[in-house]
């Protein structure tokens, strides 16, 4: 398995100071987010230039792009176009940089309230993103997230079995799945199978309520749930059934780490790159 930090845990720093960061903390690559200051669908030429230049001096991989664009199952048409726009415009960035996956987001609601139709209207969409990025051999994944229509096994895969397009997989998060309180082990890495294409890692905790640093809120089955961003193996979404797991059906694909626990970015990483390791030894 190769490992690639989240360009997100780098926010506050540019795009060149997240990339020799990685480097330095012993990555393999890095997992690009396209908004704020380091990628969005609207940067210019020379700077993706700039990025794929530094990222082959660093012998740097970028395997993906976490895009931001979609939202399709709820969007109107007007503002499903303007994100298909906004995608097209991103698969041209992705191939220049030698990214091979785009993430896109399908929408909401959460899976429990979905309606058929939100799921009709999704795949409608992701289709037609599929056929342009099947165009740049590039391929489409999806997060399992709360608060979407895919924040289920189950529920991702009645998105898939909806859209023509097999350029489309799914990226596994057991911190996200944890959330939404659905299976995250073994059982979901196998019912997954062929499907799945990408592997996100991030902790996290239930709390009793929010105000201390890390803490959101998310809707959950069980209603507005308080959660506390954590560093690998301090939360309590245990990974270790999920590296098994991947182990046992020879998954050699990407981990992206991309935790955002209440301590310095540098330090976050280097810390949870350290337990995975330990963990898939």
């Given amino acids: 398995m190769k490992f690639a930090a989240f360009s997100g845990v780098f926010a506050a720093h540019s795009m060149q100071e997240a990339m020799l960061l990685t480097k330095q903390l012993g990555f393999d690559g890095i997992e690009i987010a396209a908004r704020g200051n380091h990628i969005t669908p609207d940067t210019s030429p020379e700077r993706i230039t700039e990025i794929k230049q530094l990222a082959q001096t660093l012998q740097l991989d970028i395997p993906a792009l976490a895009g931001y664009m979609g939202g399709f199952s709820t969007a109107s048409d007007k503002e499903c176009a303007i994100a298909i726009d906004e995608f097209k415009r991103l698969l041209d960035i992705a ?106 890692v991030k902790d996290e905790k239930r709390v009793a309520e929010l105000g201390a640093p890390g803490t959101f809120r998310s809707l959950t089955h069980r209603g507005n749930e308080a959660f506390l961003q954590s560093r690998l193996g301090e939360g309590e979404a245990d990974h270790q059934p999920l590296f098994d797991a991947l182990r046992e059906i020879g998954y050699s694909g990407w981990l992206t780490l991309e935790c955002h626990a209440p301590f310095p970015a540098v330090e976050r990483l280097a810390y949870d790159l350290h337990v995975v390791k330990n963990m898939l030894a």
């Fill in 95 to 200: 191939s220049e940089l030698g990214a091979s996956m785009i993430r896109v987001q399908p929408g909401g609601p959460n899976a429990f309230m979905a309606q058929d139709y939100h799921y009709t209207k999704a795949a409608y969409w992701l289709n037609l993103c599929g056929v342009e990025a099947r165009a740049k051999g590039i391929q489409i994944v999806l997060e399992i997230h709360n608060e979407s229509l895919v924040e289920t096994v189950p529920s991702a895969l009645k998105l898939l079995s909806m859209i023509e397009q097999d350029n489309i997989g799914l990226i596994h998060d057991a911190g996200n799945m944890y959330i939404t309180d659905t299976d995250y082990g073994r059982e979901s890495v196998l019912q997954l199978g062929k499907h799945l294409a990408h592997v996100h």
